[in-house]
């Protein structure tokens, strides 16, 4: 096992959160076979993904992590401001393979947010992540949005995405070109008010439901100051 560094310096990303409805509710053997379901299919849709673009799926990701009822999908930084858009074409995924699965698990609720995080050898020698952006993402999936914002969106199977507004900045500012502006219109992406909710901490978070077709067929446009193998 490696030492970690001493007080390396935090990263800030987007981190994407998938929460597995009622989760707790299935059996042992069900528990396994969604996460085992959901992380085969995950790894694989990304690894095609990294592949049109010439990389490969480590390149883009920086780690994938098992939570209690669902995972984290965390991006390398250079490529964060892919966070939102990434985040609606897994769900579609996720949801795939929830009807391929014959319903095995319930639904999802996904949330996505940019904050920082730090890496650390965990107690088997493993690559782990703590910080505070892994916690303010988990305040937005354990969120109850009102049912009102749901509706604005066009979102009435519970299958939510609520996106923080710092990552909607950083989808704004990123996607800005013509290029990316009629991706988004392809998509039919829409976003929704900006929603202020306080946690049970007492902390307070603001971010938006976002709907998107669940038809996603293509990848996101290259962003422009990436290297020209994305392109």
């Given at each position: 096992?490696?030492?970690?560094?001493?007080?390396?310096?935090p990263?800030?990303?987007?981190?994407?959160?998938?929460?597995?409805?009622?989760?707790?509710?299935?059996?042992?053997?069900?528990?396994?076979?969604?996460l085992?379901?959901?992380?085969?299919?995950?790894?694989?849709?990304?690894?095609a993904?990294?592949?049109?673009?010439?990389l490969?799926a480590?390149?883009?990701?920086?780690?994938?992590?098992p939570t209690?009822?669902?995972?984290?999908?965390?991006?390398?930084?250079?490529?964060?401001?892919?966070?939102?858009?990434?985040?609606l074409?897994?769900?579609?995924?996720?949801?795939?393979?929830?009807?391929?699965?014959?319903?095995?698990?319930?639904?999802?609720?996904t949330?996505?947010?940019?904050?920082?995080?730090?890496?650390?050898?965990?107690i088997?020698?493993g690559?782990?992540?703590?910080g505070?952006?892994?916690?303010?993402?988990?305040?937005?999936?354990?969120?109850?949005?009102?049912?009102?914002?749901?509706?604005e969106?066009?979102?009435t199977?519970?299958?939510?995405?609520?996106?923080?507004?710092p990552?909607?900045?950083?989808?704004?500012?990123?996607?800005?070109?013509?290029?990316?502006?009629?991706?988004r219109?392809?998509?039919?992406?829409?976003?929704?008010?900006?929603?202020?909710?306080?946690?049970?901490?007492?902390?307070?978070?603001?971010?938006?439901?976002?709907?998107?077709?669940?038809?996603?067929?293509?990848?996101?446009?290259?962003?422009?100051?990436?290297?020209?193998?994305?392109?």
């Open positions: 096992m490696h030492p970690d560094p001493v007080d390396p310096a990263l800030r990303t987007a981190i994407i959160l998938f929460d597995i409805v009622d989760f707790s509710k299935l059996s042992d053997i069900d528990q396994f076979r969604t085992r379901e959901l992380t085969a299919a995950l790894r694989g849709h990304l690894d993904l990294a592949c049109q673009a010439h490969s480590d390149e883009v990701l920086l780690g994938l992590i209690g009822d669902g995972l984290y999908l965390l991006l390398r930084e250079r490529y964060a401001a892919y966070g939102v858009l990434l985040a074409s897994l769900r579609t995924l996720v949801l795939a393979t929830q009807r391929a699965a014959g319903g095995l698990f319930a639904g999802v609720r949330a996505v947010h940019v904050g920082t995080l730090m890496p650390l050898n965990d088997t020698g690559r782990n992540f703590v505070s952006g892994l916690n303010e993402c988990a305040r937005f999936c354990a969120s109850a949005p009102p049912e009102n914002l749901l509706a969106v066009g979102c199977d519970g299958n939510w995405l609520l996106a923080s507004t990552a909607l900045r950083m989808l704004y500012d990123a996607f800005s070109f013509p290029e990316a502006l009629d991706y219109r392809a998509i039919a992406l829409q976003v929704g008010a900006a929603w202020r909710f306080q946690d049970k901490h007492g902390g307070w978070h603001e971010g938006s439901m976002v709907e998107a077709t669940r038809f996603l067929d293509s990848s996101p446009p290259p962003l422009p100051d990436l290297p020209l193998e994305l392109e």
